[in-house]
């Protein structure tokens, strides 16, 4: 990892920690993140729980072998005809069909959920969406702009 770190400062590096203890010596030699299957399997069974529709519904959504609907996100490019224009000028549901679950605003790197219309998108956002595979390579020529 630290090698990988040297050779390039841009890489995202995600690795897996088995002991919780682990994580922040994983992030101190260069891990972005780091992924605990014990935490994530427990996080599981309690969602599994309290709320089994929505669980289920995701199992559902993320695993269907056609693979029509996706989770997916988009960065919003600097020449992008996006960047500028509100939620609402955009018209995304109407015109690709697909749907803007969130925003990750560029300014403080935190989530906008269910973002309001009148959000204005700036280059650097993330816009956090969910469509099929044709709805989402529409966007991204969208979020690219001319440039590319």
Same mark, same amino acid.
């Given at each position: 990892?630290?090698?990988?770190?040297?050779?390039?400062?841009?890489?995202?590096?995600?690795?897996?920690?088995?002991?919780?203890?682990?994580?922040?010596?994983? !992030?101190?030699?260069?891990? #972005?993140?780091?992924?605990?299957?014990?935490?994530?399997?427990?996080?599981?069974?309690?969602?599994?729980?309290?709320?089994?529709?929505?669980?289920?519904?995701?199992?559902?959504?993320?695993?269907?072998?056609?693979?029509?609907?996706?989770?997916?996100?988009?960065?919003?490019?600097?020449?992008?005809?996006?960047?500028?224009?509100?939620?609402?000028?955009?018209?995304?549901?109407?015109?690709?069909?697909?749907?803007?679950?969130?925003?990750?605003?560029?300014?403080?790197?935190?989530?906008?959920?269910?973002?309001?219309?009148?959000?204005?998108?700036?280059?650097?956002?993330?816009?956090?969406?969910?469509? #099929?595979?044709?709805?989402?390579?529409?966007?991204? !020529?969208?979020?690219?702009?001319?440039?590319?």
């Amino acid at each position: 990892m630290i090698s990988a770190r040297k050779l390039n400062p841009d890489l995202r590096i995600v690795a897996r920690a088995i002991l919780h203890e682990s994580e922040s010596k994983l !992030q101190k030699v260069g891990a #972005d993140r780091t992924v605990s299957a014990n935490l994530m399997g427990g996080l599981r069974m309690a969602a599994e729980m309290i709320r089994p529709t929505v669980i289920s519904f995701l199992d559902s959504m993320l695993r269907n072998p056609r693979g029509t609907i996706r989770v997916e996100e988009a960065l919003v490019g600097i020449g992008s005809p996006l960047n500028g224009q509100t939620l609402g000028e955009m018209a995304l549901p109407q015109e690709i069909g697909l749907l803007v679950i969130a925003v990750q605003d560029c300014s403080n790197q935190h989530y906008i959920y269910n973002p309001p219309a009148d959000y204005v998108v700036k280059a650097n956002d993330v816009l956090i969406i969910m469509g #099929d595979s044709g709805q989402v390579a529409s966007l991204r !020529q969208l979020t690219r702009g001319a440039a590319s």
